[in-house]
Structures are given as structure tokens and as C-alpha cells.
């Protein structure tokens, strides 16, 4: 990063005309303020320290304080709509600015979470959407349970050694990394086939309760609701602009 010259300036002028010069030389975005009192101490000019209340000292601490999310560009606008309010409508303006972001961050934030949500489970139907069954009438047996997800390569050599083991692991699809498939355990066993299949490394997948119907026609759903999840997203964050 480069030094930039600067020289070092005096400004005189009356009191009640200090907002606007101040205002002014901020605007010129070349002019760093300095404290006039310690620059001009010991020196002939007779000049004393302003002490007096700043009153917008409270309100500046509440606009900082405003979460105005991730990501948020600020850019500098028009303050005209707010130049002539008094000090509680600036304070009143202040806090429904806060309400909206807040509402609206909450909002995004939701959405991002279902966008992410909606790009796992299409990342795991991908290697299901060849199966013809249904998933609700999987989840819904009462005597086994089931457990989606993916196996390591160099782990699924290993299953050999549990064959008697009252588990079955079923693999329907696979990569050079993993074999993604379903076991199957009865309900009194589950907890040892967890087990066994934790420590091969096994990565479950949570199929959500929605996903229900056969796998195929649920990839389709789930692209339909990420498109429109992601439509909503965009037109929150434009506005939030």
C-alpha cells in the first residue's frame, strides 16, 4: 500500500456553521479530521476544546449496533428523506430499520439453510433415482430399520468379516471414493450394526421425513422448491440493497 501526501490545514470560521464544514470536508472523502486542540496547543492561537453533549452520540451507538447481515454492501445514498427529522424521529426510524433487517436477515438466513438443505438431498437422491421403491413405505417398517449413505471403498472389502452379523448393507451405486447404499437391522440389532458400520466409516445421509415417494419423482420436487427458494433469495437481497 502506497503513502499518500497530505498537508496539514487550518479551518476558521464561526461555531454555528461547524455541521456543514464538517459535513463538507467528509463528502470530499480527502480530508482527515484531526483534533484541532491537540495540533494547535502550545502554539499563539488562542483556541479552546468544544466539551459540549454530542445528542447524537446514543443514536449513532444504536445504528452501530443494527446487524445489517453478511455480505452488505453499504453505499452512499440520498439522506434527504431524513435530513429535517428530530432527534426521537430519527431514533423511531432507527429501530423499525432495525425490526425490517432483522425480519429480513431472518428470512435470508432461512433460506440459505433450505438452499443448502435442498443441494444435500439432491446430492443424495442422484445416487437413488434409480431405485423403484417407495422411501415412505422403507421408513415405515416396524421391525427393521434402514440407514442411507455412503461407505468408503477401502472399507467395504471389509463387510465380509461381519456376514453373520444380523445386518445387510446393500450398495446401489458407487464411485472411485465410496459405495453409496442403505443396511438394513432388525430393531432389537441396530444399535451394534451402528456400530460396526461407524467404525468402517460409514456417512449416513438423512433423507428428510417430506422425501417420501419414489426417488425419481422426488428429485423433481426438490429441484422445484430449490428454483423457487433460490428466486426468493435473490429478490430478498436485492431489496435489502
Given at each position: 500500500m502506497s503513502i499518500e501526501k497530505m498537508a496539514l490545514v487550518n479551518i476558521a470560521g464561526q461555531v454555528k456553521n461547524l455541521d456543514l464544514v464538517l459535513l463538507k470536508c467528509i463528502e470530499s472523502k480527502c480530508f482527515h479530521i484531526e483534533n484541532a486542540y491537540s495540533t494547535t496547543s502550545g502554539s499563539d492561537m488562542e483556541v479552546y476544546q468544544l466539551n459540549e453533549k454530542n445528542p447524537y452520540k446514543d443514536?449513532?451507538?444504536?445504528?452501530?449496533?443494527?446487524?445489517?447481515?453478511q455480505k452488505?454492501?453499504?453505499?452512499?445514498?440520498?439522506?434527504s428523506e431524513i435530513d429535517n427529522m428530530t432527534l426521537d424521529e430519527l431514533d423511531t426510524y432507527a429501530s423499525n430499520l432495525e425490526v425490517s433487517l432483522y425480519t429480513v436477515n431472518e428470512q435470508i438466513k432461512q433460506l440459505r439453510e433450505s438452499i443448502s438443505q435442498y443441494q444435500q438431498i439432491l446430492t443424495q437422491l442422484e445416487h437413488i433415482h434409480n431405485m423403484d421403491v417407495n422411501l415412505e413405505s422403507l421408513f415405515n417398517c416396524k421391525h427393521i430399520h434402514i440407514r442411507f449413505g455412503k461407505l468408503p471403498a477401502n472399507s467395504y472389502p471389509k463387510l465380509e468379516y461381519y456376514d453373520k452379523s444380523n445386518f445387510i448393507f446393500v450398495h446401489y451405486d458407487n464411485d472411485h471414493d465410496y459405495y453409496w447404499g442403505v443396511y438394513f437391522a432388525p430393531k432389537n440389532f441396530?444399535?451394534?450394526?451402528?456400530k460396526i458400520l461407524n467404525d468402517l466409516y460409514f456417512e449416513r445421509i438423512w433423507v428428510p421425513d417430506y422425501v417420501s415417494g419414489k426417488p425419481e419423482k422426488e428429485v423433481n420436487e426438490v429441484e422445484e422448491n430449490l428454483c423457487k427458494a433460490e428466486k426468493k433469495l435473490e429478490l430478498l437481497l436485492k431489496d435489502r440493497e
Open positions: 443514536l449513532l451507538k444504536k445504528i452501530i449496533s443494527i446487524d445489517f447481515g452488505y454492501n453499504f453505499t452512499e445514498v440520498d439522506f441396530v444399535r451394534q450394526a451402528d
